[in-house]
């Protein structure tokens, strides 16, 4: 059972570099979700894809940006790392965004030093 | 608006005890609310879910919660601590959908032997 699977787990970076955070689910859902969790602050929505071919902005978008490549992928680009990226990263998946029960992958941690 | 405030950061019980972990939610509407588990290095499990069926929600691994409207709670209980409860556990809480969730900054339960 593979469930969300999200690639790679850890990450250090420089400040300036960019990458990209992979994210496949095998569900067939149609919703995926990309979060972010830092310290004393919950987990907080950065873009979502409410349905193959579209994406939306969550509560932080700033310095990121996504794209769905298909049904079952989701990646998570950070053109230009900062210090303040420096986070726990989470993709989901659901299978509408109409209050199904959302599956999370096991993060990847990520470094900007 | 939503928001949700859970109200001890970190909970320490002896194994064999009653757990409770507190939460309180704003909202204009009905909400809909979850608890998810984080084992250390993990994704977020859902523990239950309410959607305004049955007040008294049982989940997963012996883990009830009581939706109580007039104290806008939704506190999640267990009757009998076991060693592997230690995590942390998020209450989170939505008016409209996935992509609205909002989550509570998390309580670290720690289960003394």
């Known amino acids: 059972n593979a469930g969300v699977t999200q690639t790679p787990k850890f990450q250090v970076l420089k400040t300036g570099q960019s990458m990209t955070l992979q994210c496949a689910q095998d569900?067939?859902?149609?919703?995926m979700y990309w979060y972010r969790q830092d310290p004393g602050m919950g987990l907080r929505l950065i873009y979502y894809?409410?349905?193959?071919?579209?994406?939306d902005k969550g509560e932080v978008p700033n310095g990121y940006n996504v794209s769905r490549l298909n049904k079952r992928e989701f990646s998570l680009r950070l053109e230009s790392a900062a210090p303040s990226q420096t986070s726990v990263y989470f993709c989901a998946s659901s299978r509408t965004s109409a209050g199904n029960t959302i599956y999370f992958g096991e993060g990847s941690w990520l470094t900007v030093v | 608006a939503q928001s949700v405030t859970q109200l001890d950061s970190h909970v320490s019980v002896s194994e064999g005890t009653p757990v409770l972990l507190r939460c309180n939610y704003s909202?204009?509407?009905?909400?809909?609310l979850f608890w998810y588990v984080q084992h250390p290095n993990k994704g977020l499990q859902l523990l239950l879910k309410?959607?305004?069926?049955?007040?008294l929600v049982k989940g997963i691994n012996g883990f009830e919660a009581e939706f109580k409207k007039s104290e806008t709670s939704f506190h999640l209980t267990k009757p009998s601590a076991h060693m592997s409860d230690a995590a942390e556990y998020f209450c989170v809480v939505t008016l409209f959908g996935n992509e609205k969730l909002t989550f509570g900054t998390g309580t670290r339960l720690t289960i003394i032997p």
């Open positions: 909202s204009s509407y009905s909400p809909s």
């Open positions: 569900m067939n859902h149609n919703s």
């Open positions: 894809s409410a349905s193959e071919g579209t994406t």
């Open positions: 309410y959607t305004s069926a049955a007040t």
